[in-house]
């Protein structure tokens, strides 16, 4: 066994795993995961850099998380960064912050690594289940990008596209520093439109009509299985796994999207961060099941973080 810790920095939530690993088994056992809503992307898209009070929560975060990594032992540590990070001016500022705080330095990690860790971390566990037909698509949903993964037991074939819940939500609902609320129809109608042509470029490379059973990933996709679930709170063993139809996401969705800030808070299962991201994060996974054809969405708790403690492994 060896003792791993990852860490998964996105546009919106920085995540932590500690892990016990044995690669003879395939087993991944769960010694510590947390994430902590940071919004590192804050004002990337607009200004083409990180804001001061973005990686300052980053780095608040990064000292709680390096107290985790010291008390379990983990013998090595692996820090990957994502979309925010991969397009700011200034993301020198926070590779030296990461470095100064846990003793390694932020793999600015490609989109194409990105779709591969993610593929990994929620195929490992699918192998050998009869129910889910293969090939697998893998969507994972992020803050700034959304990567759509095909393959069997590897990766076929996989693509990085800029439509994601922060992204969308700070370009097209944002005004005078306010997020609408609700959004009107032709906000909504921009949204779509980003998406729609980001999903003609995935389809470029991507083969996403071919795959039989479509795997979601992120907080948009397991918050969505929350609501469905009507959940008196977020329970990551109900989530992981969980299977929502394309009917139910659709009338999630639309309900979303024309709710208010209150209304969507006092969801029980609505981490706070999500609150003004989640109608944009839902209306990117709706596009995709529609794009596909597919009925329903299995959801996988078990994501990119799980997939960079394998290769740390």
Known sequence: MTRVAAVDCGTNSIRL???DADPETGELTELDRRMTIVRLGQGVDRTGRLAPEALERTFAACREYAAVVKEYGAERLRFVATSASRDAENRDDFVRGVLDILGVEPEVITGDQ???????????????RADLIRPYLVVDIGGGSTEFVVGDDRVRAARSVDVGCVRMTERHLVHEGRVSDPPTEEQIAAIRADIEAALDLAEQTVPLREAHTLVGLAGSVTTVSAI???LPEYDSTRIHHSRISRDRVREITEWLLRSTHAERAAVPSMHPGRVDVIGAGALVLLAIMERIGAEEVVVSEHDILDGIAWSVA
């Not at 929620?122 to 192998?127: K, M, V």
């Open 114 to 128: 990105e779709a591969e860790f993610s593929f990994t971390g929620a195929t490992r566990e699918l192998t050998g």
């Open 228 to 230: 469905a679930q009507e």
């Open 17 to 19: 795993l500690v892990a």
